[in-house]
T-cell receptor, first 116, second 110 residues
Framework: DTGVSQDPRHKITKRGQNVTFRCDPISEHNRLYWYRQTLGQGPEFLTYFQNEAQLEKSRLLSDRFSAERPKGSFSTLEIQRTEQGDSAMYLC??????????????FGPGTRLTVL | GNSVTQMEGPVTLSEEAFLTINCTYTATGYPSLFWYVQYPGEGLQLLLKATKADDKGSNKGFEATYRKETTSFHLEKGSVQVSDSAVYFCALNTGNQFYFGTGTSLTVIP
């Protein structure tokens, strides 16, 4: 169990640019979640995958945001035409398929995005 | 809608003091309830959880009881240590979505 990893850890970009983040979940976990966290707030749910299927999307996920999990393993979160309001920590979490543990999330260290 | 309301911080306690961090929730259906902890410089970690009414979650000396009648899940610890200094988040899960509170910062001084 190597934990959830995220790349990059930090990203600075200019307004209007596109950015892509990657999340590698714990290998046997079939559920994967993306969250956004701003300073002084709790994580806000963005989207959820079970294997390769995207099953839930928050209304926070505007059409500039897209997430994929093509083979049910790693996931990417892309933000197009970034805005300063997108500056936040983007967190990924995964959870196992084991009955009774499917809601036990393991979080990655996050990717901190700064939009100038 | 679904939401979690947490006691505002920051909270500062002396070592060995009793800790309570209040958490109330609004949810449709029968959510599972969680406390997560974020130590300085680290990612979020699950501290404890409860999946149905009257369940008590416990870990590392922390406890919380799922109270459906008061829609609460208050976190308690009888004797805090300096190493408990962290930010604590209450959360609920309605199935596929998690809702987090804003977090309560705890500092324990020797």
């Amino acid at each position: 169990d190597t934990g959830v990893s995220q790349d990059p850890r930090h990203k600075i970009t200019k307004r209007g640019q596109n950015v892509t983040f990657r999340c590698d979940p714990i290998s046997e976990h079939n559920r994967l979640y993306w969250y956004r966290q701003t300073l002084g707030q709790g994580p806000e749910f963005l989207t959820y995958f079970q294997n390769e299927a995207q099953l839930e999307k928050s209304r926070l996920l505007s059409d500039r945001f897209s997430a994929e999990r093509p083979k049910g393993s790693f996931s990417t979160l892309e933000i197009q035409r970034t805005e300063q309001g997108d500056s936040a920590m983007y967190l990924c979490a995964s959870s196992p398929a084991t009955s009774g543990r499917e809601d036990t999330q393991y979080f990655g260290p996050g990717t901190r995005l700064t939009v100038l | 809608g679904n939401s979690v309301t947490q006691m505002e911080g920051p909270v500062t306690l002396s070592e060995e003091a009793f800790l309570t961090i209040n958490c109330t929730y609004t949810a449709t259906g029968y959510p599972s309830l969680f406390w997560y902890v974020q130590y300085p410089g680290e990612g979020l970690q699950l501290l404890l959880k409860a999946t149905k009414a009257d369940d008590k979650g416990s870990n590392k000396g922390f406890e919380a009881t799922y109270r459906k009648e008061t829609t609460s899940f208050h976190l308690e610890k009888g004797s805090v240590q300096v190493s408990d200094s962290a930010v604590y988040f209450c959360a609920l899960n309605t199935g596929n979505q998690f809702y987090f509170g804003t977090g309560t910062s705890l500092t324990v001084i020797p």
